[in-house]
């Protein structure tokens, strides 16, 4: 019985996550927010402020990154969370410092 069962609950398993690979398809982008986690040496780079992009300006050092916030036409880049001097050690300790918001349009 608990075997059929088992059999029965796998089964309904893989039809669920098959229906589910089927429908995530590549979609265009739509004006939004995409956040990300970057390297350490690149969000050291990039600093706590926000950071406007206009006519493909430069962000840091790293041209890998800026091209590809050139090609999903980046509007903005700021921190995910706030800095705050108060937590900042805290932040720094989980990686919060890492992640960042691109608005893109």
């Given at each position: 019985?608990?075997?059929?069962?088992?059999?029965?609950?796998?089964?309904?398993v893989a039809a669920m996550g098959t229906s589910v690979f089927a429908s995530a398809q590549t979609v265009?982008?739509?004006?939004?927010?995409v956040r990300v986690k970057l390297q350490p040496e690149m969000a050291r780079n990039l600093?706590?402020?926000?950071?406007?992009?206009?006519?493909?300006?430069?962000i840091g050092r790293y041209s890998q990154f800026n091209?590809?916030?050139n090609t999903i036409k980046a509007v903005s880049i700021r921190p995910a969370f706030p800095a705050n001097?108060?937590?900042?050690?805290?932040?720094?300790?989980y990686g919060l410092?890492?992640?960042?918001?691109?608005?893109?349009?």
């Open positions: 019985m608990q075997k059929t069962l088992f059999r029965v609950l796998l089964l309904l265009e982008p739509r004006k939004g927010v600093g706590d402020q926000p950071i406007k992009v206009r006519n493909n300006q430069k091209g590809a916030l001097e108060k937590y900042a050690a805290d932040r720094a300790r410092d890492c992640w960042y918001e691109i608005t893109f349009d």
